[in-house]
């Protein structure tokens, strides 16, 4: 790896190369040349073309801009505050950029940590799915200090299309956390609408398209059920498994503000559901299947 810059562009690294991080590692590449990467899985930096660090500490020795996609907050946790993560190599200047769905108290006691060490953290929740990803077309909500967010905002513009500053930390992954909750209720509400739907015999594709004309009308109609209905569940998105961590990081954040949380049964439930039937480790969407099983065995397609 080569070290960091010192009069151009800053150098980037990336820790986490999965579904997300490794389609915004290949775009910042394709963007700005090399980019440096860190994954458990010693393969996928190769795989999108990043130079390979040998450890987290590494690869932040010789970045300026650290991004984080990583599952949840356990694991940034340890990749920040592990005998040999970012707090054991950051300096003073740099900034970290999460952008994982974390829970929001979580994220602010890091940035305190950070900031002790001189270091800024930015809490970065994306929306837009793999496919923004590849595109460039995500959406990111931003926590933290405003200057640090124009000092990364040209990197983020290389897999972005808009960028909202929401307030100081945490309030980036609090937006992220509102925004999975409403994903996850009308992805799970049209799923079990479109199931009935089949059952009571009607034909998938009329019922959508009255749908997405009328009140109904949701981004899991307009966006997903088009393909679902003819079988193509956009695999490599959002799996169910973290779907359901999402919703339940959402519940447990009202809990901590005192909100009342009256809708959340529904797809803690319904992705619940999905988990137990094995629908886990696949995308999010094959939640439709889980309620088809329970009725079933429907399908809204006449595929597998």
């Known amino acids: 790896m080569t070290g960091a810059g010192s009069g151009g562009a800053p150098r980037v690294g990336i820790i986490g190369l999965g579904n997300m991080g490794g389609r ?93 060490r001189g270091c800024a953290l930015l809490d970065a929740g994306v929306t837009g799915g793999a496919a923004g990803a590849e595109q460039g077309t995500l959406t990111i909500m931003v926590g933290g200090d405003g200057a640090a967010l124009e000092r990364v905002r040209a990197t983020l513009e290389c897999f972005s299309a808009k ?58 109609s307009l966006n997903r059920f088009p393909r679902i209905i003819d079988g193509d569940y956009l695999e490599g998105g959002l799996t169910g498994r973290l779907m359901m961590k999402d919703v339940t990081l959402y519940v447990e954040m009202l809990r901590e503000l005192g909100a009342p949380s009256l809708n959340a049964s529904g797809p803690l439930a319904s992705f619940g559901v999905a988990l137990g039937l094995g629908y886990g480790d696949v995308i999010s969407n094959r939640v439709v299947d889980a309620i088809g099983d329970l009725a079933g065995g429907v399908r809204l397609h006449d595929g597998s």
């Open 24 to 116: 915004i590692a290949a775009r910042l590449r394709e963007a700005r040349g090399p980019i440096a990467g860190f994954d458990v899985d010693p393969s996928r930096a190769p795989a999108v073309h990043a130079q390979p660090a040998a450890s987290v500490a590494e690869l932040v020795a010789h970045a300026d801009i650290v991004l984080l996609s990583l599952p949840d907050s356990t694991v940034v946790e340890s990749v920040v505050r592990g005998p040999d993560g970012i707090l054991s190599a950051c300096r003073d200047g740099q900034i970290v950029v999460d952008l994982s769905t974390s829970a929001p108290a979580s994220t602010r006691a890091l940035a305190a940590e950070l900031a002790d």
């Open 163 to 220: 960028i909202f500053h929401l307030g100081p930390s945490g309030a980036g992954h609090t937006t992220k956390l509102l925004n999975n909750f409403l994903n996850a209720v009308t992805l799970a509400a049209t799923a079990e609408a479109m199931i009935a739907a089949r059952i009571a015999g009607l034909d998938p594709h009329a019922v959508l398209e009255v749908i997405n004309a009328g009140s109904g009308v949701s981004y899991a």
